[in-house]
C-alpha cells in the first residue's frame, strides 16, 4: 500500500488546511497537518479512512482502475455531441485591442452558396452519424449590408432544414438586424462581450467608424433575451479592465439580466495565442488573473450573482457535491470540435482557424484531408503526452490546449500545464470557507 499517485494537495489559502482531491477514487477532504503528515509518512500504518478513500491504495489495483476508467472516457468521448465552426468572414467591424487575428485578416470576399453547400455535404458525409451542431465565428459573422444577410440567411436555411441547432459567436454590433432570421432556427446561445463598464468596454472594444459599442451590444441583449434566446455573456479580462468587473456585475443585475435562466456569463482571460495585439504588460497568467480575482470577489460579493468561477473543479464540486469524472483529455480539437471557414479550409479547433499553416484540408472545392496532422491532434491526451503520464494533476488538467501547447512548446502532443494545485486552493477556499 502507498499513497495514491493521483492525490492533489492543496493549501486552502487563509485557513492553515489543506484539502486533498482524487479524481480517480471519486474523493475529496480537508486535512489537517497532522492528517498531511500521516498521509506522506512511509510505511504501512496509514489511517483506515485513508485506505478506504484510496488515498492510500495498492499501486497495480490503481493502474486497472486507471486503465478501466480510460476505457470509459473514450467510449464517452466518442458518443459526444460535436461543435462545428463556420467561419463565414475573417473580417470584423471592430478594432479590439487585444485582437489575435488582426495578423491574417483578408480582404471582402463573399460567402458562396458552393462553398455552403459543400460544407454541408461534407458534415453530411462524416458527420451524418455523429451528433452535431453549427456555431458561427469570425472574424465577425454578422456583419451589416444585403450581401452578409443572404449568405448567413442561406446557410441558416441548411441548418434548418438538418434540425440543427446553431450558436453564434457576435461582437453583438450587428445583432438586433439578425433576431428575424436566428428566430427561425434553434438558437443554442449567442455569445456576445463586454468587457467592462461603457467607457472601458468602448476603450477595448472599439467600433471601426463610431469610436463605441457598448449602447447598441446592451440594447442587443436585451433584444435576444426578450425574444427567448439564450444569452452568453463573455468579459476578457486583463490587468487593464478587471477593476471594472465589479461595475459591470451590477449593471447586469440592475438590468435584470442576471434573473434570466437564459443568461449566463463567462470570464476569458487575454492571453498570448499567436501573437501579442496588446503590451505583455497587461497580460495576466491563469493563476494570477484567479489569484486577483478571488480578492476582488473578497471585496465585492455581488460579482457572484453575475459569474461564479470554476477555480479548476471546485465549482463544480460544490454544485453538485461529488468530483467530475477524470479528466484524460481536455483538447476537443478534431475530436468533439472541428473549424471550416468560408475559402473551404478545414482546421482543427477555433485556436487555429484562420492561421496559416494550420490547414488539415479542405471541403471546397474538393474534399483533401491532411490524415497525419488530423491523426496527430486525434491521439492528443495525457496517455500521449510524455511529461503527463506521471504528473498527479492530469486527471483535472487533461493535458491542457493542444494549440497553445503548440505555439509555446512546438508540439500539439506537449502539455499545456494549468496550476490546477493552486486553483483548488483558491476555490475551496472561496466555496467551503464559512467565513468567506
Excluded at 21 to 44: C, E, F, P, T, Y
Excluded at 63 to 70: E, F, K, P, S, T
Excluded at 332 to 343: I, L, V
Aim: glycine share 6%; aromatic share 10%.
Amino acid at each position: 500500500m502507498q499513497a495514491s499517485s493521483h492525490n492533489i494537495v492543496s493549501a486552502i489559502k487563509g485557513t492553515g488546511q489543506y484539502v486533498i482531491v482524487n479524481i480517480l477514487s471519486g474523493h475529496a477532504d480537508i486535512l489537517s497537518d497532522d492528517d498531511l503528515k500521516a498521509l506522506q509518512k512511509q510505511g504501512s500504518d496509514f489511517p483506515e479512512d485513508f485506505i478506504r478513500k484510496e488515498y492510500v491504495t495498492d499501486p497495480a489495483k490503481e493502474r486497472h482502475q486507471y486503465q478501466m476508467a480510460y476505457i470509459d472516457f473514450l467510449e464517452q468521448r466518442d458518443q459526444e455531441e460535436v461543435q462545428v465552426f463556420f467561419v463565414p468572414t475573417y473580417l470584423c467591424n471592430f478594432s479590439c485591442s487585444y485582437c489575435y487575428q488582426a495578423p491574417y485578416l483578408t480582404q471582402p470576399e463573399k460567402l458562396s452558396k458552393n462553398v455552403v453547400d459543400a460544407f454541408f455535404a461534407y458534415l453530411d458525409e462524416h458527420l451524418g452519424q455523429r451528433k452535431h451542431y453549427i456555431t458561427l465565428f469570425g472574424g465577425e459573422p454578422l456583419l451589416p449590408g444585403e450581401a452578409y444577410r443572404d449568405s448567413i440567411s442561406y446557410f441558416l436555411q441548411k441548418c434548418k432544414a438538418r434540425q440543427l441547432d446553431v450558436a453564434v459567436v457576435t461582437n453583438g454590433y450587428h445583432l438586433d438586424e439578425y433576431l428575424d432570421m436566428l428566430s427561425e432556427v434553434s438558437i443554442r446561445e449567442v455569445q456576445v462581450t463586454l468587457d467592462g463598464t461603457e467607457a472601458v468596454h468602448d476603450n477595448r472594444r472599439r467600433h471601426k467608424k463610431t469610436g463605441k459599442s457598448f449602447g447598441r451590444i446592451v440594447s442587443a441583449i436585451d433584444q435576444a433575451l426578450k425574444a427567448d434566446m439564450p444569452v452568453n455573456l463573455r468579459t476578457v479580462l486583463d490587468k487593464e479592465n478587471i477593476d471594472s468587473l465589479p461595475g459591470l456585475a451590477r449593471y447586469a443585475i440592475d438590468k435584470g439580466w442576471t434573473e434570466s435562466p437564459l443568461f449566463k456569463t463567462q470570464l476569458g482571460r487575454n492571453y498570448e495565442l499567436h501573437h501579442c495585439h496588446s503590451g505583455h504588460d497587461k497580460l495576466y497568467s491563469r493563476l494570477s488573473m484567479y489569484s486577483d480575482l478571488y480578492d476582488l470577489l473578497d471585496r465585492h460579493p455581488e460579482i457572484l450573482k453575475f459569474h461564479r468561477p470554476a477555480y479548476s473543479i471546485s465549482r463544480f464540486l460544490k454544485d453538485s457535491g461529488h468530483l467530475p469524472d477524470p479528466l484524460f483529455d481536455a483538447c476537443p480539437a478534431c475530436k468533439g470540435e472541428w473549424a471550416f471557414d468560408y475559402r473551404g479550409h478545414i482546421y482543427s479547433c477555433t485556436a487555429t482557424v484562420g492561421k496559416p499553416g494550420e490547414e488539415l484540408g479542405q471541403f471546397y472545392p474538393a474534399v483533401s484531408l491532411d490524415h497525419e496532422k488530423i491523426k496527430t491532434w486525434q491521439q492528443r491526451d495525457v496517455h500521449s503526452i510524455k511529461e503527463c503520464l506521471h504528473c498527479n494533476l492530469q486527471l483535472a488538467c487533461g493535458g491542457g490546449c493542444g494549440a497553445m501547447a503548440k505555439n509555446a512548446r512546438g508540439s500539439v502532443l506537449k502539455p499545456d500545464c494549468r496550476p490546477v494545485q493552486e486553483l483548488i486552493g483558491l476555490g475551496i477556499a472561496h466555496y467551503f470557507n464559512q467565513n468567506h
